[in-house]
């Protein structure tokens, strides 16, 4: 078996840094987990959904008669039994639960239907008229800039479909492109992009008899369903209970509240009775919420000394019908390209345009993966035309460690060179990159990312998470956390933490998350913010509870304890960002250090000075004698840090992750098709928690990529869907996925919990531009249109043909 440690300094962990299987793997290969449908209510109704067959339509009426008359049905609900609007975000709820006076995209939820059995509730739907006055949709992003008399939100009284533009411009753009020794611009449009988790969205309600509804739901925020939810159905948030089950996959694309989770509600609490629902996999591609399609124009300033001098965007982003996340995704298409190399000069103007198509939201990469792959494209034709080697290019430009960015993020730990250079080493880049056989190239492209938002979604003043921790009687470890595990193995980093810090094994170790009455809040799992955040309150928590256990056991050696003085607040910007950590409070600062004195393993508590020790568990005896309980939480702030300018929160992070690829094709111009042969990823990502699971992730995102890449799109006619099903909608399989090598690249991160970042989203963006610049390299075309589908492959090689007849007939 390979070693998954090597390559990584060995720190003496007994369980951080080694690679450890999922908590919940075992759970899910038997076939045990459950998932939202699995739960079995005592005798729900089953919920089904009216949608819109139009994109665009005022309704006239609705006569839900004949449905609520027929036997099993017990209730129907409309657009008039919902006062409140809904969103992710506080300044953009303009959802509603059911569409009430018109609909915005064809699969907008119209009315539902709670009926004894799934057959009656199907046949009711059918009995359901709506009358629909069709209207002229909008279905393009530059047509909705247009000035309308009907826009599809009129109440933000605009004379056009803008949702939100972002216009941000730092240093001397006009000097930056006068510094240049080449100019280089081009269009790029991209695909919408489904989300394709395996599974659908579902929902179940239990009610109790004080009205009192426990929510069953995929979801990867219960935090915010919660709140939305509780606004939505006018009731205090204490008689809702949102729990997350395991989830069959997410990538953002269940990162929102849903209108199916606030009509399952609505039923349970109107009807008094259990209910369920669950999506076809139609109504999952109907409710989308993925990549927007995204028209941008780019424009690079590169100087061969300098390197790149100035980058500016003009980017319209298709939002479809809502706003979901789509303000983040304005701000997230300009301010990612930050990073990973300097950029001085730097404008960028985005809008987001609704449109009558469903609406688009967060997707892995979230707002990063389409401008990235601009960037890396135009910076690899500057190199062309300077003559300079694009690998070693990007090497020399990649951010320092503990600097500022142009717009004032953070950098603080940067790992990225050594990772690139023994990638350029491994695949012999300088033997290969143009010098290959017709057909076959090799390519590279680096990225970006956040390690979680240093701002919530929502605004307050809590921590970013809260964990809290527990000891039995018999010594077992229970770790609550309000993290969602949405299969990249939240839990297991949990346990991870708190059995490092308390010497336990991991199989001691028992992690509730995800469960709003009984975890403390957390904000969610998007972002790539869980390990980060999360991670560092789940360590904080396992250090206050060493340092309990360390008491009772200085008390049974009859030793005087370790005096944990109060640490002035630190001076080091880089290091914590001005926050004075506070014991009382959970918050013992980044990354603490916890060597005490002690020694936690093998079942014992030691004390190295004096060479005594007790067992852990007289230790834990003796700290509940003392407290009756043995509880603790800790917690994770972000540091203040960022700009003083309008939008300066977006894209603030604690860290950054940094990624390189270096891809390898072979593209058959017979037929365009582009088969990616090998795929070599170095990922700064800190410290390894768990290299088994970041291993995974890599893997995971290289696999995406290539859908996103050669063959994943949203089709739409008018505003109806083309490709509602895994049979139309085209994602790789296993065959597809190339040969992986996985270059071990650290970082000790002083933010991150054990010197951790993220691992999650980041590698996703940089491996598409690697393979568009790994074809120009085969082929000699650049292609700026996502995907590269086979024809576009063959119409850009005889464009290229094309031009050399012209230049052969012009020297003739």
């Given at each position: 078996?390979?070693?998954l440690?090597?390559?990584?300094?060995?720190?003496?962990?007994?369980?951080i840094?080694k690679?450890v299987?999922?908590?919940?793997?075992?759970?899910?290969?038997?076939?045990?987990?459950l998932?939202?449908?699995?739960?079995?209510?005592?005798?729900p109704?089953?919920?089904?959904?009216?949608?819109s067959?139009?994109?665009?339509?005022?309704?006239?009426?609705?006569?839900?008669?004949?449905?609520?008359?027929?036997?099993?049905?017990?209730?129907v609900?409309?657009?008039?039994?919902?006062?409140?609007?809904?969103?992710?975000?506080?300044?953009?709820?303009?959802?509603?639960?059911l569409?009430?006076d018109v609909?915005?995209?064809?699969?907008?939820?119209v009315?539902a239907?709670?009926a004894?059995?799934?057959?009656?509730?199907?046949?009711a739907l059918d009995?359901?008229?709506?009358?629909y006055a069709?209207?002229?949709?909008v279905?393009?992003?530059?047509?909705?800039?247009?000035?309308?008399?009907?826009?599809l939100?009129?109440?933000?009284k605009r004379?056009?479909?803008?949702h939100?533009?972002?216009?941000?411009?730092?240093?001397?753009?006009?000097?930056?492109?006068?510094?240049?020794?080449?100019?280089v611009e081009?269009?790029f449009?991209?695909?919408?992009i489904?989300?394709?988790?395996?599974e659908?969205?579902?929902?179940?309600?239990?009610?109790d008899?004080?009205?009192?509804?426990?929510?069953?739901?995929a979801?990867?925020v219960?935090?915010y369903?919660?709140?939305?939810?509780?606004e939505?159905?006018?009731?205090?948030?204490?008689?809702?209970?949102?729990?997350?089950?395991?989830?069959?996959?997410?990538f953002?694309?269940?990162?929102d509240?849903?209108?199916?989770?606030?009509i399952?509600a609505?039923?349970?609490?109107?009807?008094?009775?259990?209910?369920?629902?669950?999506f076809?996999?139609?109504e999952?591609?109907?409710?989308?919420?993925?990549r927007h399609?995204t028209?941008?124009t780019?424009?690079?300033?590169f100087s061969k000394d300098?390197g790149i001098?100035?980058?500016?965007?003009?980017?319209?982003?298709?939002g479809?019908?809502?706003g979901?996340?789509?303000?983040v995704?304005?701000y997230?298409?300009?301010?990612?390209?930050?990073?990973?190399?300097k950029?001085?000069?730097?404008?960028?103007?985005v809008?987001?345009?609704?449109t009558?198509?469903?609406?688009?939201?967060?997707?892995?990469?979230?707002g990063?993966v389409?401008?990235?792959?601009?960037?890396e494209?135009?910076?690899d034709m500057?190199?062309?035309?300077?003559?300079?080697?694009p690998?070693?290019?990007?090497?020399?430009?990649?951010?320092k460690?503990?600097?500022?960015?142009?717009?004032?993020y953070?950098?603080?730990?940067?790992?990225?060179r050594?990772g690139?250079?023994e990638?350029?080493?491994?695949?012999n880049?300088?033997?290969?990159h143009?010098k290959?056989?017709?057909?076959?190239?090799?390519?590279?492209?680096?990225?970006f990312?956040?390690s979680?938002?240093?701002l919530?979604?929502?605004?307050?003043?809590?921590p970013?998470?809260?964990?809290?921790?527990?000891?039995?009687?018999?010594?077992?470890v229970?770790?609550?956390?309000?993290?969602?595990?949405?299969?990249?193995g939240?839990?297991?980093?949990?346990?991870?933490?708190?059995?490092?810090?308390?010497?336990?094994p991991?199989?001691?170790v028992?992690v509730?998350?995800?469960?709003?009455?009984?975890?403390?809040?957390?904000?969610g799992?998007?972002?790539s913010?869980v390990?980060?955040?999360a991670?560092?309150?789940?360590?904080?928590a396992?250090?206050r509870?060493?340092?309990m256990?360390?008491?009772a056991?200085?008390?049974?050696?009859e030793?005087i304890?370790p005096?944990?003085?109060?640490?002035e607040?630190?001076?080091d910007f880089?290091r914590?960002?001005?926050r004075?950590?506070d014991?009382?409070?959970?918050?013992?600062g980044?990354n603490?250090?916890?060597?005490?004195?002690?020694i936690?393993?093998?079942?014992?508590?030691?004390?190295?000075?004096?060479?005594?020790?007790?067992?852990?568990?007289?230790?834990?005896e003796?700290?509940l004698?003392?407290?009756?309980?043995?509880?603790?939480s800790?917690?994770?702030?972000?540091?203040?840090?960022?700009g003083?300018?309008?939008?300066?929160?977006?894209?603030?992070s604690?860290?950054?992750s940094?990624?390189?690829?270096?891809?390898?094709?072979?593209?058959?111009?017979?037929t365009?098709?582009i088969k990616?042969d090998?795929?070599?990823c170095?990922?700064d990502?800190g410290f390894?928690?768990?290299?088994?699971?970041?291993?995974?992730?890599?893997?995971?995102?290289?696999?995406?990529?290539?859908?996103q890449?050669?063959?994943e799109?949203?089709?739409?006619?008018?505003?109806?869907?083309?490709?509602?099903?895994f049979?139309?909608?085209?994602i790789p399989?296993?065959f597809?996925q190339?040969e992986?090598?996985i270059?071990?690249t650290y970082?000790?991160d002083?933010?991150?919990?054990?010197g951790?970042?993220e691992?999650?989203?980041?590698?996703?963006a940089?491996?598409?531009?690697?393979?568009a610049?790994a074809?120009y390299?085969?082929v000699?075309i650049?292609?700026?249109?996502?995907p590269?589908?086979?024809?576009?492959?063959?119409?850009?090689?005889?464009?290229e043909?094309a031009?050399s007849?012209?230049k052969?007939?012009?020297?003739?």
């Amino acid at each position: 078996m390979t070693d998954l440690t090597k390559g990584y300094p060995d720190k003496g962990y007994k369980i951080i840094g080694k690679p450890v299987p999922l908590m919940d793997s075992r759970a899910k290969v038997m076939g045990q987990a459950l998932y939202t449908d699995d739960i079995r209510l005592h005798n729900p109704l089953t919920i089904k959904i009216l949608r819109s067959p139009h994109p665009s339509a005022n309704i006239l009426s609705v006569d839900i008669s004949e449905a609520l008359a027929l036997k099993g049905v017990k209730g129907v609900l409309t657009g008039t039994d919902f006062k409140n609007t809904f969103g992710v975000l506080t300044i953009s709820k303009d959802e509603p639960a059911l569409a009430r006076d018109v609909v915005r995209y064809e699969g907008e939820p119209v009315a539902a239907v709670a009926a004894e059995t799934p057959e009656i509730a199907a046949r009711a739907l059918d009995m359901i008229k709506v009358d629909y006055a069709l209207t002229d949709g909008v279905f393009d992003s530059r047509k909705a800039l247009k000035p309308t008399e009907h826009p599809l939100h009129p109440e933000l009284k605009r004379e056009n479909n803008l949702h939100k533009k972002v216009v941000q411009e730092f240093g001397d753009m006009a000097q930056g492109f006068e510094d240049a020794d080449v100019v280089v611009e081009k269009r790029f449009r991209f695909a919408s992009i489904n989300h394709a988790f395996t599974e659908p969205h579902a929902t179940q309600v239990e009610i109790d008899n004080k009205g009192n509804i426990t929510v069953y739901s995929a979801t990867q925020v219960p935090h915010y369903l919660h709140m939305a939810m509780a606004e939505v159905l006018e009731i205090p948030e204490h008689r809702i209970r949102i729990i997350k089950p395991h989830l069959g996959g997410g990538f953002g694309g269940k990162s929102d509240p849903f209108p199916h989770e606030m009509i399952a509600a609505k039923f349970a609490l109107d009807l008094g009775r259990n209910v369920k629902l669950k999506f076809s996999r139609e109504e999952v591609f109907f409710s989308h919420h993925g990549r927007h399609q995204t028209d941008l124009t780019m424009k690079l300033g590169f100087s061969k000394d300098k390197g790149i001098t100035a980058l500016g965007l003009d980017t319209l982003i298709d939002g479809g019908a809502y706003g979901s996340f789509g303000i983040v995704t304005t701000y997230y298409n300009g301010v990612l390209l930050q990073g990973p190399y300097k950029v001085p000069n730097f404008r960028f103007h985005v809008q987001r345009l609704y449109t009558n198509k469903p609406m688009c939201g967060a997707m892995r990469g979230h707002g990063g993966v389409n401008p990235r792959f601009a960037s890396e494209v135009l910076l690899d034709m500057a190199c062309a035309e300077t003559g300079l080697d694009p690998a070693e290019t990007r090497l020399k430009m990649i951010h320092k460690e503990n600097t500022l960015t142009t717009n004032e993020y953070r950098v603080t730990s940067v790992g990225l060179r050594n990772g690139l250079t023994e990638a350029i080493r491994r695949t012999n880049w300088h033997d290969k990159h143009g010098k290959l056989p017709y057909g076959k190239g090799i390519g590279v492209a680096c990225g970006f990312f956040i390690s979680g938002s240093a701002l919530p979604i929502h605004w307050n003043k809590l921590p970013a998470s809260t964990v809290r921790i527990t000891i039995d009687h018999d010594g077992g470890v229970t770790v609550f956390s309000g993290a969602a595990d949405i299969g990249q193995g939240s839990d297991t980093m949990l346990a991870q933490m708190a059995a490092e810090v308390l010497g336990q094994p991991l199989e001691n170790v028992k992690v509730i998350s995800a469960d709003t009455r009984t975890t403390p809040v957390d904000l969610g799992s998007y972002s790539s913010r869980v390990t980060f955040m999360a991670g560092n309150a789940s360590r904080n928590a396992a250090i206050r509870m060493r340092r309990m256990l360390v008491q009772a056991a200085c008390e049974l050696m009859e030793m005087i304890p370790p005096k944990y003085d109060r640490p002035e607040p630190p001076e080091d910007f880089f290091r914590q960002g001005g926050r004075k950590p506070d014991f009382e409070k959970g918050f013992l600062g980044a990354n603490p250090d916890y060597a005490d004195g002690f020694i936690f393993e093998d079942g014992l508590i030691r004390s190295e000075k004096h060479n005594a020790s007790v067992t852990f568990l007289e230790a834990v005896e003796k700290a509940l004698e003392q407290e009756g309980i043995l509880q603790v939480s800790g917690t994770y702030r972000a540091p203040k840090m960022g700009g003083k300018f309008k939008g300066s929160g977006a894209g603030l992070s604690p860290s950054y992750s940094f990624t390189a690829f270096i891809v390898e094709v072979t593209v058959d111009p017979e037929t365009g098709f582009i088969k990616v042969d090998k795929a070599t990823c170095a990922h700064d990502c800190g410290f390894p928690l768990n290299p088994l699971a970041v291993n995974g992730q890599i893997e995971g995102c290289i696999h995406m990529g290539l859908g996103q890449a050669l063959m994943e799109e949203m089709v739409y006619d008018n505003g109806a869907t083309q490709n509602p099903s895994f049979l139309e909608y085209k994602i790789p399989s296993a065959f597809e996925q190339p040969e992986v090598d996985i270059v071990p690249t650290y970082s000790d991160d002083s933010e991150g919990p054990f010197g951790a970042k993220e691992a999650g989203e980041g590698i996703l963006a940089p491996i598409i531009p690697a393979i568009a610049n790994a074809v120009y390299d085969a082929v000699g075309i650049r292609l700026t249109q996502l995907p590269m589908r086979p024809d576009r492959v063959l119409a850009a090689l005889a464009r290229e043909s094309a031009k050399s007849d012209q230049k052969r007939g012009a020297k003739a």
